[in-house]
């Protein structure tokens, strides 16, 4: 069953707190909020790049087994001076792995290597010839931003591995649901051993 950032605190919290939340609970639900944010994003981050590393020749996203758990899919996205308009920021991974597929009701778009040029002009200098002469449509991503290479289609739709930060608290939250139970243990016991560093030095000023 598909979960949410809010629930996966709440569940930390009521554990935290054996049981009960309360507004004198040991930390709060957006703490934690934040922690669990932080944690799926470097438990992705891992697994995908020790894959990424230990096929060290693969660039092939289906050979890296990108699983369907940790994708968020957007669709009808608007497309505005070739720029992409994506809810969520997409996480930084080797090749662009962030971004899973890109595609239309009438193309499916290939990744192109950013080799330069502005996103005003939409040029490549390196790919520009290779690229135009195949008659494919292809994607690029520049800083953060996800641009359809000289394509003036309105929409479209990209299936990419969302910045856990940038979803909604309320939105399907991407993960597996044996990375949930992992996300939850790990908290709870750093939570718990902050906690007691917090106490220990409280008592040892009082000594």
Do not use: C
Not at 174 to 201: R, Y
Request: no cysteine; proline share 3%.
């Amino acid at each position: 069953m598909a979960t949410t950032r809010t629930k996966l605190a709440e569940q930390i919290v009521r554990i935290l707190d054996g049981g009960n939340i309360s507004d004198d609970s040991r930390i709060s639900k957006r703490e934690v909020m934040a922690l669990i944010d932080q944690e799926r994003d470097t438990l992705i981050r891992q697994l995908i790049e020790d894959r990424f590393y230990t096929k060290s020749t693969t660039t092939n996203k289906a050979e890296l087994e990108i699983t369907g758990d940790f994708i968020t899919l957007d669709t009808g996205l608007s497309v505005s001076s070739n720029r992409v308009e994506l809810p969520s920021q997409p996480i930084t991974l080797p090749n662009d792995m962030g971004i899973v597929r890109v595609f239309s009701s009438s193309y499916e778009y290939i990744r192109m290597p950013y080799g330069g040029g502005t996103s005003s002009a939409n040029t490549n200098p390196l790919y520009h010839n290779t690229v135009t002469s195949t008659g494919k449509k292809f994607w690029y991503i520049q800083g953060n931003e996800l641009y359809l290479y000289q394509d003036a289609t309105a929409t479209v739709s990209v299936a990419y591995i969302a910045v856990s930060s940038t979803l909604a608290d309320t939105a399907t939250y991407p993960i597996p649901a044996d990375m949930e139970s992992i996300i939850v243990k790990n908290l709870v016991e750093t939570i718990n051993l902050l906690k007691a560093a917090e106490e220990d030095f409280k008592n040892n000023n009082l000594g």
